[in-house]
């Protein structure tokens, strides 16, 4: 084997761990974007859930200011 084919090797191993670091990391980046979509549905819930009830808030609001001696409920 000559110098050249002694390098190509040696390039063709560091190429192949470089390959198995990424496929890592892709499979990370992929976890956790797994992770971020399972985090945002409960979160757009809970925005969809305060959105309501600063609606209903205001609504009581409204209502009150328009007639004070009523109970609302």
């Known amino acids: ?3 050249v084919q002694m ?3 040696a390039l063709q191993e560091e190429l192949e761990k470089k390959q198995t670091e990424l496929n890592s990391l892709e499979e990370d980046l992929v ?3 797994l992770r971020v979509l399972r985090l945002k549905a409960p ?3 809970l ?3 305060l959105a309501n009830l600063k609606d209903d808030e205001e609504a ?3 209502t009150t ?3 004070p001696n009523r109970i609302l409920q």
């Open 1 to 3: 084997m000559d110098k």
């Open 7 to 9: 390098e190509i090797i």
């Open 31 to 33: 976890r956790l974007h």
């Open 43 to 45: 979160l757009a819930y």
């Open 47 to 49: 925005q969809c859930r």
């Open 60 to 62: 009581t609001l409204i």
């Open 65 to 67: 200011e328009k007639s």
